[in-house]
């Protein structure tokens, strides 16, 4: 009995002491037993930094950056015209000129292509994919070149709206790819259109 007499007291103390700086403010540094990571070797906003020439701590963005605010022109971005009454029927010129003109967009586009797309469609649009080769358990895609999918009469935005959103059994790939390069892919699929268009009359002659 005489042991609980202090306890009581000595428990609303502890108590006091604990809850005693919560909501508090105060001048005093704050009090951190386990330091850890509290203090960090950090370059703060606005300070000198003599590892840049110019001394600035803060880097400028790099050339093109543009902020996450910042709107692209709709059409550009989705490929469909502005009223909704159809797609965008030819890549859009400044999407060329960003790209440094046509030559280089087909060489990102045959590279894009090769990571996003070739495993189902083929390297060269026929629909006939590693992931279709070892029967991964998916439908097979169509051949770009298939009168009946008629790719050929497609407005390019309507390419662009199938890179970005999918269709069917194709996944999105919007999420993963950017604005240009989806552009980029269009063009190198109209490229193996051509290209596949010479191998049907090369074939077809006796
Ligand atoms: C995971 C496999 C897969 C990948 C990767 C893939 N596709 Fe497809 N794609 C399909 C399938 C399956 C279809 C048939 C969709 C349907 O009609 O259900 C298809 C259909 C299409 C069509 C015809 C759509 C229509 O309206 O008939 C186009 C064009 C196309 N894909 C372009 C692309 C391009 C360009 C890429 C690369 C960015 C790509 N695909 C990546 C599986 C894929």
Not at 24 to 45: A, F, G, L
Not at 116 to 145: E, F, Q
Not at 151 to 157: L, Y
Not at 164 to 180: C, F, H, I, L, S
Request: hydrophobic content about 35%; some cysteine; glycine content about 10%.
């Amino acid at each position: 009995m005489r042991g609980m007499n202090y306890a009581a007291p000595a428990v609303l103390l502890l108590a006091a002491a604990v809850s005693g700086c919560r909501g508090e403010t105060s001048e005093d540094p704050p009090i951190v037993p386990i330091r850890n990571m509290y203090n960090q070797p950090k370059y703060s906003m606005q300070q000198s930094n003599d590892y840049f020439a110019d001394h600035r701590n803060m880097r400028p963005p790099v050339d093109g950056t543009i902020s996450r605010e910042h709107e692209i022109d709709p059409r550009v971005a989705t490929g469909v015209l502005e009223d909704n009454t159809g797609y965008v029927l030819t890549i859009p010129p400044e999407v060329v000129k960003a790209s440094g003109g046509m030559d280089a967009m087909l060489v990102r586009g045959k590279e894009r292509y090769g990571i996003y797309c070739s495993a189902c469609h083929g390297l060269s649009g026929a629909g006939d994919g590693i992931v279709v080769k070892r029967n991964a358990g998916m439908p097979a895609p169509p051949s770009y070149h298939d009168p009946k999918i008629g790719i050929s009469h497609w407005p390019d935005g309507r390419l662009y709206a199938t890179i970005e959103n999918g269709k069917g059994n194709m996944p999105a790939y919007g999420p993963q790819t950017t604005v240009q390069d989806r552009w980029a892919i269009v063009a190198y699929v109209r490229a193996l259109e051509v290209s596949q268009a010479q191998v049907a009359n090369v074939e077809k002659k006796p």
